[in-house]
């Protein structure tokens, strides 16, 4: 049979769009295979998470990181608190204009100063205190100390009271000291009841300090997913699986700025950090090391990001390939799957 060459172009050409095609589809429909590849190539990440929509679009765990173990995820846990603050003060158990002298009189009254008394819990969670840091340089001393407490307490100011941030540990780990004052329990226990049981979060290891409260701020343990389920009650206004579980009013106020980092492009809330990625504003939990919970309201969705702590230095050299991911790779995903 003969076949004229116009016919044989014709055909040929034809095979080719169709292979085209073909071929076309597979990397649309796994491009969220292309984002982990990309995130593969970040050599101490362990894991990524994305959701949008209230839908889990794909989980990834690199380097032998399990997705059931519960890992330290540093100062992410001083959002925790903050959520722990809003329920308390939800209940009525605290009041943010309550102030140290309220919950500290022995101490007070040992060491009278009464502009350290004035301390608001609203100025704690702001990191607005006004008391020397016992992060950072301090850290050390602050955690081998008998009383961290009153290591916290002791400290001189070094800004006035509810101005320049000064981002300290000791200062979150006060507020959850309050929340066991004020509600009789410890700050484990009304975590489980108010919150991580409502979501069905499994809490891994929590330090206390050598006085047996729970350590507010640093060196909580939890799964990846666990963390997802505090980004999406955060996104959702305070709500989980229809069940209310912290104020939307109580949220709203956590992402509000009230203060910004010394040293980085971030603003700060109740605990929790902004700052603007690829046009949209971004809020995040923030840990040590690159343990991340990131919420964007303007495409509904919530990423997780953890990062292998081997390694990690306070030079933070983790943050810029984690927020070029952000933006080269999941916020462009998103958007896409949005439009």
């Given at each position: 049979?003969?076949?004229?060459?116009?016919?044989?172009?014709?055909?040929?050409?034809?095979?080719?769009?169709?292979?085209?095609?073909?071929?076309?589809?597979?990397?649309?429909?796994?491009?969220?295979?292309?984002?982990?590849?990309?995130?593969?190539?970040?050599?101490?990440?362990?894991?990524?998470?994305?959701?949008?929509n209230?839908?889990?679009?794909?989980?990834?765990?690199?380097?032998?990181?399990?997705?059931?173990?519960?890992?330290?995820i540093?100062s992410?846990?001083?959002s925790?608190?903050?959520?722990?603050?809003?329920?308390?003060v939800?209940?009525?158990?605290?009041?943010?204009?309550?102030?140290?002298?309220?919950?500290?009189?022995e101490?007070?009254?040992?060491?009278?100063?009464?502009?350290?008394?004035?301390?608001?819990?609203?100025?704690?969670?702001?990191?607005?205190?006004?008391?020397?840091?016992?992060?950072?340089?301090?850290?050390?001393?602050w955690?081998?100390?008998?009383?961290?407490?009153?290591?916290?307490?002791?400290?001189?100011?070094?800004?006035?009271?509810?101005?320049?941030?000064?981002?300290?540990?000791?200062?979150?780990?006060?507020?959850?000291?309050?929340?066991?004052?004020?509600?009789?329990?410890?700050?484990?226990a009304?975590?489980?009841?108010?919150?991580?049981?409502?979501?069905?979060?499994?809490?891994?290891?929590?330090?206390?300090?050598?006085?047996?409260?729970?350590?507010?701020?640093?060196?909580?343990?939890?799964?990846?997913?666990?963390?997802?389920?505090?980004?999406?009650?955060?996104?959702?206004?305070?709500?989980?699986?229809g069940?209310r579980?912290?104020s939307?009013?109580?949220?709203?106020?956590?992402?509000?700025?009230?203060?910004?980092?010394?040293?980085?492009?971030?603003?700060?809330?109740?605990?929790?950090?902004?700052r603007?990625?690829?046009?949209?504003?971004?809020?995040?939990?923030?840990?040590?090391g690159?343990?991340?919970?990131?919420?964007i309201?303007?495409l509904?969705?919530?990423a997780?990001?953890?990062?292998?702590?081997?390694?990690?230095?306070?030079?933070?050299?983790?943050?810029e390939?984690?927020?070029?991911?952000?933006?080269?790779?999941?916020?462009?995903?998103?958007?896409?799957?949005?439009?």
């Amino acid at each position: 049979m003969n076949i004229s060459p116009l016919r044989v172009i014709l055909l040929t050409s034809y095979f080719l769009l169709c292979n085209a095609f073909l071929f076309a589809q597979p990397i649309e429909k796994n491009s969220i295979d292309n984002l982990f590849d990309e995130a593969e190539s970040i050599n101490t990440l362990r894991s990524v998470l994305i959701q949008q929509n209230g839908e889990l679009l794909g989980a990834e765990f690199f380097r032998n990181a399990s997705p059931d173990y519960p890992y330290n995820i540093k100062s992410a846990s001083k959002s925790i608190i903050s959520l722990l603050t809003g329920i308390a003060v939800d209940k009525g158990d605290i009041a943010l204009d309550e102030t140290l002298g309220d919950y500290f009189p022995e101490y007070f009254e040992e060491n009278p100063n009464p502009k350290k008394a004035r301390i608001t819990l609203r100025n704690l969670l702001s990191m607005q205190s006004g008391l020397e840091t016992t992060s950072f340089y301090n850290y050390g001393a602050w955690v081998i100390s008998d009383n961290w407490v009153e290591f916290q307490l002791d400290q001189p100011f070094v800004e006035e009271p509810g101005d320049t941030m000064v981002y300290s540990t000791g200062t979150s780990h006060l507020l959850s000291v309050i929340i066991a004052k004020a509600t009789g329990m410890s700050t484990k226990a009304f975590a489980e009841e108010y919150l991580f049981d409502p979501l069905d979060i499994n809490i891994g290891g929590w330090d206390r300090d050598p006085n047996g409260f729970y350590m507010g701020g640093n060196n909580m343990a939890m799964t990846p997913d666990d963390l997802l389920k505090i980004g999406q009650l955060m996104l959702n206004g305070g709500t989980y699986n229809g069940q209310r579980i912290v104020s939307k009013e109580w949220v709203r106020d956590s992402f509000k700025t009230y203060t910004r980092s010394n040293y980085n492009p971030y603003d700060y809330g109740y605990m929790w950090w902004n700052r603007p990625v690829a046009g949209y504003k971004v809020f995040f939990a923030w840990g040590f090391g690159g343990q991340y919970i990131f919420m964007i309201p303007e495409l509904n969705s919530v990423a997780v990001i953890t990062n292998s702590l081997n390694g990690a230095t306070q030079r933070r050299t983790y943050k810029e390939p984690i927020f070029n991911l952000l933006e080269n790779n999941i916020i462009p995903f998103l958007e896409k799957r949005a439009s």
